[in-house]
C-alpha cells in the first residue's frame, strides 16, 4: 500500500493536531527476540504519554498501580499512555488515534517477528505522523545461527536492512566472546549502524529516546543516571548555518552517536529542526506548534565503561 493509500484513511480534509508530526519508532526482530519484553520495561520507565502498538495487548504486562483501564483490545495507563492492538488493520488503528484530540508524545510500533520493516515504513509518514527511526533487535543466543540457516537468512537481512539502531537482547546469556562474534556478524550485515548491547535488559527502552518526561522542548533529554551508558554531549551550531555545513557536522558526529538533535537557524532565518537516529537523518521545517529559538546540538554518544577492578592488598604497614 503506498503512502497515497494510507493518507486516504484520514478524510476529514486537514491535519489533524494542528500540523504536529508524531513521532513515531518501529521496533523490529525476529520471533522471540525480546521486542515485548523492552515494551513492557520502556512502559515501567516512562511518565510521558506514548503510545504503543502491538498485535496482541495481552502480552503485554501492566502493573495495577498503573493500570486506569482495559478493555480487549485497548490498554489505558494513568501517565496517559495507550496500548491497543492492531486489531483490523495499522491503518484503522493510526485513523482511530487521529481523532484523538490530544496527541501522544511518541508512538511506537511493535512490528510481528516475521514483518519487513520496509513494508510498514509508508505508515509513518501518513498524515500526523513522521518515523522517527527504525530499531532492531537481534537475539544474541540464537542470532548466528538464525543468520546461517537458509530458511531465516533472508527475513533477517530484510530486517536489518532498513535498521538505524540494532540492539543485541540477551546478552547477558551469552559469553563475553559470543557477544562480540554476534556484534561482529551483525556489522558484516549492517555496516554503518550502532549496534548496543543490552546487558542489564534496560538499555532498550532508553535508547528509544523516551525513558522520561520532557517539557515542550525538541532537544530535550532523558537526565543521567550513575550506571547509565549514554553520554550526552552539546555540540555548538552556527548561526545561522547553511545546509552544507549543517550536513557536514552531522557527518562528521563519532560513529557511536545514536542520537542528535537540535535547532538551527536557516540562512533566511527559518527555523530547521534537526532529528537524527542512528544513520537515518530529517532536517526539515519547525513545525508551528513546536515553535521555539535555535538551540545547540545534543548528541548521545553509547558506550559501555569498562568495570573499576580494585586492587587488593595488605592492609598493614
Given at each position: 500500500m503506498s503512502a497515497d493509500d494510507i493518507d486516504e484513511l484520514?478524510?476529514?480534509?486537514?491535519?489533524?493536531?494542528?500540523?504536529?508530526?508524531?513521532?513515531?519508532?518501529?521496533?523490529?526482530?525476529?520471533?522471540?527476540?525480546?521486542?515485548?519484553?523492552?515494551?513492557?520495561?520502556?512502559?515501567?520507565?516512562?511518565?510521558?504519554?506514548?503510545?504503543?502498538?502491538?498485535?496482541?495487548?495481552?502480552e503485554i504486562n501492566i502493573d495495577a498501580a498503573l493500570l486506569q483501564r482495559r478493555s480487549a483490545d485497548t490498554i489505558e495507563l494513568t501517565d496517559g499512555c495507550v496500548c491497543c492492538s492492531i486489531s483490523e488493520s495499522l491503518g484503522t488503528t493510526l485513523a482511530d488515534m487521529r481523532r484523538r484530540p490530544t496527541p501522544p508524545d511518541h508512538v511506537v510500533i511493535e512490528l510481528s517477528g516475521v514483518a519487513d520493516p520496509t513494508q510498514v515504513m509508508p505508515w509513518a509518514e501518513s498524515d500526523g505522523f513522521r518515523l522517527d527511526g527504525v530499531v532492531v533487535l537481534v537475539d544474541a543466543t540464537n542470532f548466528r545461527e538464525r543468520l546461517a540457516d537458509e530458511r531465516t537468512r533472508p527475513l533477517l537481512l530484510r530486517q536489518l536492512e532498513p535498521a538505524d539502531l540494532v540492539i543485541i537482547s540477551k546478552s547477558e546469556l551469552v559469553t563475553a566472546d559470543e557477544r562480540d562474534a554476534v556484534r561482529a556478524a551483525v556489522a558484516d550485515q549492517a555496516p554503518d549502524v550502532p549496534v548496543v548491547d543490552d546487558l542489564d535488559g534496560s538499555l532498550g527502552s532508553t535508547l528509544l529516546d523516551l525513558g522520561t518526561r520532557r517539557e515542550r522542548d525538541a532537544t530535550a533529554t532523558p537526565p543521567p543516571s550513575l550506571l547509565d551508558p549514554h553520554r550526552t554531549e552539546i555540540v555548538p551550531l552556527p548561526r545561522p548555518v547553511t545546509s552544507t555545513a549543517l550536513h557536514a557536522l552531522l557527518d562528521g558526529l563519532p560513529d557511536d552517536t545514536v542520537r542528535a538533535k537540535g535547532i538551527a537557524e536557516g540562512p533566511d532565518g527559518s527555523r530547521l529542526l534537526i532529528q537524527q537516529v542512528g544513520r537515518r537523518r530529517r532536517i526539515g521545517p519547525l513545525p508551528q506548534a513546536?515553535?521555539?529559538?535555535?538551540?545547540?546540538?545534543?548528541v548521545i554518544r553509547v558506550s559501555r565503561p569498562e568495570p573499576v577492578r580494585l586492587r587488593l592488598g595488605s592492609t598493614s604497614p
Open positions: 484520514f478524510d476529514e480534509g486537514v491535519a489533524p493536531w494542528d500540523g504536529r508530526r508524531v513521532p513515531m519508532t518501529l521496533l523490529g526482530g525476529y520471533l522471540g527476540s525480546g521486542k515485548t519484553t523492552l515494551l513492557n520495561d520502556l512502559l515501567r520507565r516512562t511518565d510521558r504519554p506514548i503510545a504503543v502498538l502491538v498485535n496482541d495487548v495481552g513546536e515553535n521555539q529559538e535555535p538551540t545547540d546540538l545534543v
